[in-house]
């Protein structure tokens, strides 16, 4: 399992992630199967949220229940969550009383001191870049959140908070996948007229920004072709995608799925790809393409077998 730096925390962490957004359901044993794999595969970082689960802190509250984990167990695992989506609206609040409220709640549900990290989970528009400042300093300063960062922003939204954060943003966690790649794709086809791969969704520059900043990127829905509307691999609808995709994977003696997080941890970025399976199989296959060595005209050739063009 490869590593990557976290930020600029100073830590390594795997280029493969857990998450555990859909394990509400899953009993002691399967969780327990589910986290043993990825530990078996070098992947010691999990990934939390307030909102997931049937109640707030639900997945957390199953994951803590299922592990019952030692102090020493704690210390060997990276704990992220998130925070600042309220499930009755929906609605989105960043105020000092919330975030700090909810880490408490997560603390509580995980059974642990600490959080490894905290993200802001998708930009709040009414966010007042004090009040976060004021929550981080407070979450810092007694120890119960050792990073932050954010997921979903727009460099100018991270901008934005960094007038009043003095923490350093060490991740953002965005949507990526070989067909869900406009934090990709435009920067390859920038200023072509008529390209709607041209068009700038991510806010000018997300990628290259987080790589100027040291601001760790985190691949959510790897395997989606879009917006939750099911995965590529597989699928009728990408049979030339598949084509290739099956054709690496004998080549490299690894399953597709492989294939499909190689594409993403190839790229010299050093992003992490947050697995949302609660296959155990599938996470032992996707850990496999942690360090699968695709050469350029692999990538480029996955990249355009996914529809982008490639000038």
Same mark, same amino acid.
């Given at each position: 399992?490869?590593?990557v730096?976290l930020?600029?925390?100073?830590?390594?962490?795997?280029?493969?992630?857990?998450?555990?957004?859909?394990?509400?359901?899953?009993?002691?044993?399967?969780?327990?199967? !589910?986290?043993?794999?990825?530990?078996?595969?070098?992947?010691? /970082?999990?990934?939390?949220?307030?909102v997931?689960?049937?109640?707030?802190?639900?997945?957390?509250?199953r994951?803590?229940?299922?592990?019952?984990? &030692?102090? *020493?167990?704690?210390?060997?695992?990276?704990?992220?969550s998130?925070?600042?989506?309220?499930?009755?609206?929906?609605?989105?609040?960043? $105020?000092?009383?919330?975030?700090v $409220?909810s880490?408490?709640? *997560?603390?509580?549900?995980?059974?642990?001191?600490?959080?490894?990290?905290?993200?802001?989970?998708?930009?709040?528009?009414?966010?007042?870049?004090?009040?976060?400042?004021?929550?981080?300093?407070?979450?810092? *300063?007694?120890?119960?959140?050792?990073? /932050?960062?954010?997921?979903?922003?727009?460099?100018?939204?991270i901008?934005?908070?960094?007038?009043?954060?003095?923490?350093?943003?060490?991740?953002?966690?965005?949507?990526? $996948?070989?067909?869900?790649?406009?934090?990709v794709?435009?920067g390859?086809?920038?200023n072509?007229?008529?390209?709607?791969?041209s068009?700038?969704?991510?806010?000018?520059g997300?990628?290259?920004?987080?790589?100027l900043?040291?601001? @760790?990127v985190?691949?959510? *829905?790897?395997?989606?072709?879009? /917006?939750?509307?099911?995965?590529?691999?597989?699928?009728?609808?990408?049979?030339?995608?598949?084509?290739?995709?099956?054709?690496?994977?004998?080549?490299?003696?690894?399953?597709?799925?492989?294939?499909?997080?190689?594409?993403?941890?190839?790229h010299?970025?050093?992003?992490?790809?947050? !697995?949302? @399976? @609660? &296959?155990?199989?599938r996470?032992a296959?996707?850990?496999?393409?942690?360090d699968?060595?695709? @050469?350029?005209?692999?990538?480029?050739?996955?990249?355009?077998?996914?529809?982008?063009?490639?000038?």
């Amino acid at each position: 399992m490869k590593t990557v730096p976290l930020g600029t925390t100073g830590r390594q962490v795997p280029n493969v992630v857990l998450g555990l957004m859909r394990i509400a359901q899953m009993d002691d044993d399967a969780v327990r199967t !589910l986290v043993r794999t990825a530990r078996d595969a070098g992947i010691d /970082f999990v990934d939390h949220a307030d909102v997931y689960g049937e109640e707030l802190h639900g997945c957390e509250r199953r994951f803590a229940e299922a592990m019952q984990l &030692t102090s *020493s167990q704690r210390e060997e695992l990276t704990i992220q969550s998130k925070a600042g989506i309220v499930p009755d609206g929906p609605y989105f609040d960043y $105020s000092y009383d919330h975030l700090v $409220s909810s880490v408490e709640g *997560s603390l509580e549900a995980l059974g642990t001191d600490y959080l490894d990290v905290l993200l802001l989970h998708r930009p709040d528009a009414l966010v007042e870049p004090d009040e976060v400042a004021r929550a981080f300093d407070h979450l810092e *300063s007694s120890g119960k959140v050792r990073a /932050f960062g954010v997921s979903n922003h727009t460099p100018g939204q991270i901008e934005l908070l960094k007038k009043s954060v003095r923490q350093p943003l060490v991740a953002n966690q965005v949507q990526l $996948s070989i067909t869900h790649a406009p934090l990709v794709a435009q920067g390859v086809a920038a200023n072509m007229a008529g390209l709607d791969q041209s068009a700038v969704r991510d806010g000018g520059g997300l990628l290259d920004y987080c790589r100027l900043h040291d601001i @760790t990127v985190q691949a959510w *829905s790897p395997f989606q072709a879009g /917006f939750f509307t099911g995965v590529f691999l597989g699928s009728e609808e990408y049979p030339e995608l598949n084509a290739v995709i099956d054709r690496l994977a004998a080549k490299y003696d690894v399953p597709a799925i492989a294939i499909a997080t190689a594409w993403i941890t190839r790229h010299p970025a050093g992003m992490q790809v947050v !697995l949302g @399976t @609660t &296959t155990p199989e599938r996470v032992a296959g996707a850990a496999q393409g942690s360090d699968v060595p695709l @050469t350029r005209a692999e990538w480029y050739e996955l990249f355009r077998a996914a529809g982008y063009t490639v000038p």
